[in-house]
């Protein structure tokens, strides 16, 4: 399959915490979202994200008016990375191997292995109500950040360099899964109040061999 090289990876002036790791791994896809008004504690790209959301998050413009978040052109202005977290998600959750070319793919390696946790979290016969209120009541429950014990993918992502980094960074992710949730919820809900098998199907899939 071919592979999606973050424009990010190209920013010039582009504020990064600590220094890059060495190790890599084989390619698959790659994260495709670049855009201005990015920081990186821990390597990790603070991108702007479409949310209302509260956190530290640069906030791009909303969809307009009759336009589809399923059918986003990635020049839209209004476009994220997670648009392409969702975008990329069935085709990068094959994948045990991952090269990590810059903080865009560490955001989307986060992203998709969220996506798993949330689908995880998602019964057979779940009701839309019952699986939002799951969802969101995770969203913003104590979790992880690199540097963390918890942290699956410390090898490859660098601990934030001070204590405000890392409250940063936490927000960031906690604003980050609240917006990622509500936009899958939409998606596996999208024929009605029965979560569709279909996404379901993919609830067991590791990424990396990895789950959050």
């Not at 490859?156 to 509500?182: C, G, H, V, W």
Request: aromatic share 10%.
């Amino acid at each position: 399959m071919p592979s999606y090289h973050s424009i990010f990876l190209q920013e010039p002036d582009v504020r990064v915490i600590g220094a890059p790791p060495s190790s890599s791994s084989l390619l698959c896809a790659q994260a495709s979202f670049a855009h201005t008004h990015t920081l990186e504690p821990g390597n990790f790209a603070l991108l702007p994200l479409r949310t209302r959301a509260r956190g530290p998050a640069y906030t791009l413009p909303a969809l307009p008016a009759g336009a589809s978040e399923l059918e986003l052109d990635p020049n839209n202005e209004s476009y994220d990375a997670l648009d392409e977290v969702l975008e990329l998600f069935r085709a990068n959750t094959f994948f045990r191997n991952f090269e990590i070319r810059g903080p865009a793919d560490r955001l989307l390696i986060y992203g998709i292995l969220y996506i798993s946790d949330c689908l995880s979290k998602i019964k057979p016969g779940m009701s839309s109500r019952e699986a939002e209120k799951a969802l969101m009541s995770a969203a913003v429950d104590h979790f992880a950040i690199p540097g963390d014990a918890g942290f699956p993918l410390n090898q490859s992502f660098e601990a934030p360099a001070s204590k405000n980094d890392a409250e940063t960074l936490r927000q960031y992710i906690s604003q980050m899964r609240q917006e990622l949730a509500m936009r899958l919820l939409r998606r596996v809900y999208a024929g009605g109040d029965v979560p569709s098998k279909w996404w379901l199907s993919f609830n067991k899939r590791k990424f990396m061999g990895k789950s959050l």
